[in-house]
């Protein structure tokens, strides 16, 4: 799907252009688990811009990864908890289907929360990566969520938003695994349960139905992704404008 922005700053005045993510460019760059590394990545890469995928183990994190980026960008795992480390990559993004002159953005794929046979150790650790993450992450950094859509709004999600909740960022969140919802009542329910979730977590942007299996919802997510990083663009250059 192609996806419209007008960018002023970026051609003439008024001429559209068609930004998409470059499929199969992200490129891995590293698996952290170490906070000290982490911390010290985080204070080298300050201002990058890009997404960050956060969500319960197994509510296919690294699927919808793969669906928006390419497949074997990211790894699936048929046992839960398996991504317990911050994986970093890079990817590109296209404009009118050729490779774009912007440089490249990041993508991070967060350790999952929520399983519950997880020792001590590594649920401390858990916290220490993400307070880092929350803390000091870069603004530019959408973070998307993903809960799964049959089992929503589960307590370890309402957690997790606590866990978050002083930080406010700019959110999208996104129900995977809409394919398994097979009744009409069970989506019904689903799309009862979105003016709460937007009353009670204001730094939720949009909600999407989605499915990193039948790739339903995925161009929708892409959008909000493309379009967050052109936004964070454009703030920059028009900061640099009012610089001068
Ligand atoms: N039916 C269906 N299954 C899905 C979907 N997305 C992911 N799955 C399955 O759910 C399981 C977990 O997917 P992952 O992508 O590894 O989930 P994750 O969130 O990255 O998991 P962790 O890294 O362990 O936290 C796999 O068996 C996937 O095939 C979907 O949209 N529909
Ligand atoms: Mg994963």
């Given amino acids: ?30 698996g952290i688990s170490d906070i000290a590394q982490f911390e010290e990545w985080l204070a080298d890469h300050k201002d ?50 050729k490779k774009s002159d912007l440089p490249p953005f990041y993508l991070i794929d967060l350790p999952g929360y929520g399983f519950a046979e997880v020792s001590k150790e590594m649920s401390k650790n858990w916290n220490e990566l993400m307070g880092a993450f929350f803390a000091e992450a870069s603004e530019s950094m959408l973070l998307l969520n993903l ?23 700019k959110t999208v969140l996104v129900f995977n695994k809409i394919d398994k919802l097979k009744t009409q009542k069970e989506r019904a329910a689903l799309e009862k349960l ?19 299996e039948s790739k339903k919802g995925v161009p929708q997510v892409e959008e909000a992704i493309v379009t967050h990083i052109l936004e964070e663009l454009e703030l920059r250059k028009t900061h640099e404008d009012s610089d001068i």
């Fill in 1 to 30: 799907m192609i996806f419209s922005v007008i960018l002023p700053q970026y051609l003439n005045l008024g001429t559209v252009m068609s930004y998409t993510i470059r499929q199969q460019s992200a490129q891995f760059k590293m």
């Fill in 48 to 97: 990058i811009i890009g997404v960050s995928f956060v969500g319960r183990s197994n509510v296919g994190k690294s699927s919808m990864i793969n669906a928006l980026f390419g497949s074997k960008t990211a790894r699936v795992s048929k046992t839960p908890g398996r991504t317990r480390e911050i994986n970093i990559f890079e990817f590109e993004l296209n404009l009118n289907g």
């Fill in 147 to 169: 809960q799964d859509a049959r089992h929503p709004d589960q307590d370890v999600d309402r957690q997790f938003y606590d866990f978050i909740k002083g930080f406010a960022r």
């Fill in 194 to 212: 979105k003016p709460a979730l937007s009353k009670d977590y204001k730094w939720i942007r949009q909600m999407y139905f989605a499915s990193a």
